[in-house]
């Protein structure tokens, strides 16, 4: 499994990292990044738990079919914001 932080949503609270510093840890510029590439079992639990409770979603699974659909709602949005 990969996570991936999408920056334009995080808000550099922290909690991610405070409840999985082995995945992800906040940059210079204070927002969150993963800092491992594939996530083992191990890990699995606490990334999804942070996963769970980041307050704006910003930690998504990075993976093609995923990222395909992010790309297809954030055309919906486009389109419903243009409406
Ligand atoms: S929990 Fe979410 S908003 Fe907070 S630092 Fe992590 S990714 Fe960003």
Do not use: H, R, S
Not at 56 to 83: F, H, P, Y
């Amino acid at each position: 499994m990969k996570l991936k932080v999408n920056q334009d949503v995080c808000i550099g609270c922290g909690a991610c990292a405070a409840i999985c510093p082995e995945v992800f840890d906040i940059d210079d510029a204070g927002l969150a990044v993963t800092i491992v590439d594939e996530i083992d079992e191990k890990m699995k639990e606490d990334a999804l738990d942070a996963m769970e409770g980041c307050p704006t979603g910003a930690i998504v699974e990075d993976n093609e079919e995923a990222a395909e659909d992010d790309m297809d709602l954030a055309a919906e949005d486009d389109m419903d914001l243009a409406a």
